[in-house]
């Protein structure tokens, strides 16, 4: 196994770059098998989520090849629409081929995604929603197998409760090639959304109401390919400015580059100002500057343009160092806390009751033997590495490398002393 190894102590100083988003690149591979050509998609990330989801899209016959900087996919010849078990498992958002396949092919057999590390993570809108549109939508042994009646589907109207992203892409993905028109209420507005949205615009989808609560979609029967450009990824950038608050040096700005700030939501960005951290929007670049004190800020998350849930870890870490307690409390996941447990480990101060998480700051931490649990768990485990005092060592990173691209190397080359390593969970400590 891996793990990265921080000497924490020196700032963080000097240019990171943002990379391409991760959960915006995943429902423009799953539009990339709606027509039948080759689809070219320009700023993909280097990461595990996305050689995951390229092996499922090969599993039903479509030729996903690593061009440079993006994904070249040929859905020329999609004919087994299935996403097995095997692939589901390791990343939900499998789950996307249950709209693409049946907008492609009329029929989808896709396995059930479960639980996943935090708890349950519920998949009833997608199918009800699939359902109220006029697909068949049955349950087999753990699959979901879906089918539209002849003729494509019929369409509808659905209202989601609460807001899902993931259902949202859905619905779209089925609802755009077909015969009937639908309409999406309570739709999620995420930019992930959005920038999902307009390229089925460019393949002549007829979408009105992008980036609203209520989508209208009017089915035609054949899409077009084309070549299509995915946007920063703002929950990267949103940790970047968390990093830069806290371990950079007072007063000498850090440069985060090729960003969408205004992808982060306005309570994101209001809490960071509130901490004392500044931050000015310069040509496509965020450049945050430390502050002498980090003042405790609380936050509670909410579905976009709320406070992330995928930010709420690594703010965890940012109230570590703040002098003074403060509060994160997660309304859209209520028990994504497993980083609570092992930032302990480093000495942080905190409680959990319920979805609340509340923060003692100003303790400092101090380097340890943690392991990752999920993706911003793990990454709020690095934070809090690069603040710590000694060395900190971060267990089961493959967690990090499903959504962080190159991230030791970008830090390394901001002054930060990380490595990776190899090493076996079961040796003894002074064995790796
Ligand atoms: C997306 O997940 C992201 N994943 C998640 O990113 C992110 O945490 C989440 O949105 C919330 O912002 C991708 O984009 C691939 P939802 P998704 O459906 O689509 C409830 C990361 O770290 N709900 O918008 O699965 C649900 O429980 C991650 O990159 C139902 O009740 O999230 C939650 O409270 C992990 N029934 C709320 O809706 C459903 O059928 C929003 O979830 C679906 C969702």
Not at 105 to 110: D, K, L, M, N, Y
Not at 162 to 189: C, D, F, K
Request: glycine content about 12%.
């Amino acid at each position: 196994m891996e793990k990265l190894v921080i000497h924490g102590g020196p700032p963080l100083c000097g240019t990171l770059p943002v990379s391409a988003s991760k959960n915006a690149a995943l429902p423009l591979m799953a539009a990339a098998i709606l027509p039948h050509g080759v689809t070219h998609l320009d700023h993909i990330p280097h990461l595990r989520d996305i050689t995951t989801f390229s092996h499922v899209l090969r599993i039903t016959g479509a030729s996903v090849e690593r061009k440079g900087r993006g994904l070249q996919i040929d859905a020329s010849r999609i004919g087994f629409p299935e996403a097995p078990y095997e692939l589901v498992k390791k990343m939900r958002a499998s789950f996307y081929m249950l709209g693409a396949l049946l907008g492609r092919c009329g029929q989808a057999r896709v396995s059930l995604p479960g639980g996943c590390a935090w708890g349950p993570r519920p998949v009833n809108l997608h199918l009800e929603g699939l359902k109220a549109l006029g697909a068949a939508i049955d349950l087999d042994e753990g699959y979901v197998v879906a089918r539209l009646p002849h003729g494509g589907l019929p369409g509808g109207s659905y209202r989601f409760d609460p807001s899902s992203v993931g259902a949202t892409v859905n619905l779209l993905l089925a609802a755009s090639v077909g015969s009937g028109g639908s309409r999406i209420e309570n739709a999620a507005i995420e930019p992930d959304v959005i920038v999902f949205c307009e390229m089925l615009q460019a393949m002549g989808a007829k979408l009105s109401g992008i980036g609203t609560r209520t989508i209208e979609v009017e089915g035609i029967r054949e899409l077009q390919a084309v070549d299509y450009s995915n946007c920063p990824d703002r929950i990267e950038l949103g940790t970047f400015m968390i990093a830069a608050a806290i371990a950079g040096t007072p007063g000498e700005p850090v440069h985060l580059t090729h960003t969408r700030p205004d992808h982060l939501g306005d309570d994101f960005l209001d809490a960071f100002q509130k901490t004392g951290a500044e931050y000015v929007v310069e040509n496509g670049s965020v450049i945050v500057t430390p502050p002498e004190a980090v003042n405790p800020v609380s936050i509670t998350t909410a579905i976009y343009p709320g406070f992330p849930t995928d930010l709420q870890a690594q703010w965890t870490v940012l109230l570590a160092c703040a002098h003074g307690k403060a509060t994160v409390t997660d309304q859209v996941y209520g028990d994504r806390f497993n980083h609570i447990p092992e930032l302990a480990r480093m000495g942080l101060q905190a409680s959990v009751n319920g979805n609340q998480v509340t923060v003692s700051g100003g303790a400092r931490l101090t380097g340890a033997r943690v392991m990752s649990t999920d993706l911003r768990a793990s990454v709020s485990l690095v934070l809090a590495g690069l603040v710590a005092s000694g060395t900190t060592h971060v267990g089961r990173i493959y967690h990090l490398d499903r959504g962080y691209e190159k991230l030791e190397s970008k830090l390394s080359q901001c002054g930060i002393d990380i490595r990776r390593e190899q090493y076996d969970e079961f040796s003894a400590p002074n064995q790796g």
